[in-house]
């Protein structure tokens, strides 16, 4: 047999590198979407992993970050080069996509192919959300609540100060920025979300979707029976966009 060249072993050893846009591992792909990227044609690919558990979670397939990915990178950047001039966008989604090593390298590609790249993300990964802000046009970033109330809704303890941490981070930046929130029981009456818009516009958020929990596919079934839960507003709404998603 013939023996390998130094030069395929490096290639070999670089393309099983952890952070190697090879090593992203993938759920699946939404093909052709605008719902999740603003303004633009997009394709979404939904990355492995989240180190939250928030009982509304409907992507709960993808949480497990161990699992075999139902898409290699190769597969999607294929799919992604023969959709240049097509689409405008990749959106990556999740689970949480800054949960893996192989995000930056994988932006990299995509954006080199010429589409825009959106991130959904809840930012539980400040300090690498930092080296992937350069790669990205747009952030949906969900804060789930005020800091404090955090590990009710994620079940993990500090959530609530990365997440805020991250939110800093994008504002910073000056990347384009939606912010969402999804109603969760308890946290869904005008005298929580008053005080919790407020931070959120007083930090300088501009752009606000509220969004109702999506029935089906719940991580926590139980919740089901709870919804949809009924929007009762604050009076003020301190942005200059603001919107509810009700599907
Ligand atoms: S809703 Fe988002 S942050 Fe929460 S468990 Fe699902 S993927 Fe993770």
Redesign the pocket.
Known sequence: MRERSNLEQATTDLASAPDAAEALRLGGLTAMTTGDYPGELAATLFCHG?????P?????H??DAGQAPALDWAEAREFLARRQGLLDAVVFS???PTAQAALPAAMAEARALGFKIGLHT?G?FPRRLTRILPLVDWIGL?I?ALPADYPL??GVPGSGEQAWESLQLVLDSGVDLEVRT?LMPGFDHPEYLAPLMQQLADAGVARYVLQQCRPHSL?DPELRARLPLAIDLPQNIPFAHFSLRQD
């Open positions: 989240c180190p939250w558990r928030c509304y979670c409907h992507n709960a993808l949480l999740g689970g949480e809840g539980p969900d789930k809704i994620t999804t991580l």
